[in-house]
């Protein structure tokens, strides 16, 4: 199972971004995706998931600023970033999940997000 992340970068504070996850028709026909983050020094954390059905979960952080979403004909998942802050900087990973607990897990590479001035 391969999910490819792509969109990172380095943006200023108040920007925006957006992430994207491309994954195959079988795991986007049936599996919850998501979007978690990991800055250096924490642990992973959940920013908001999607399930195959369309009902999402967000952090508190996210506060509106960030936006999930799908596109099923392209089997694309992305994260819409914006007003963005120094503490949004992570890792972000691109993760996919059936079940939970989950019976399958997969997680993307991750792609860097650097918000600076």
């Known amino acids: 199972v391969q999910l490819q992340a792509s969109g990172g970068g380095l943006v200023q504070p108040g920007g925006s971004l957006r992430l994207s996850c491309a994954a195959s028709?079988?795991?986007?026909?049936?599996?919850?995706m998501g979007w978690y983050r990991q800055a250096p020094g924490k642990q992973r954390e959940l920013v908001a998931t999607?399930?195959?059905?369309?009902?999402?979960i967000n952090a508190d952080f996210v506060k509106g600023r960030f936006t999930i979403s799908k596109d099923n004909a392209k089997n694309t998942v992305y994260l819409q970033m914006n007003s963005l802050i120094p503490e949004d900087t992570a890792v972000y990973y691109c993760?996919?999940?059936?079940?939970?607990?989950?019976?399958?897990?997969?997680w993307g590479q991750g792609t860097q997000v650097t918000v600076s001035s």
């Open positions: 993760n996919a999940r059936r079940g939970w607990p989950p019976t399958e897990n997969y």
């Open positions: 028709g079988r795991i986007f026909r049936l599996f919850t």
């Open positions: 999607i399930t195959s059905d369309g009902r999402i």
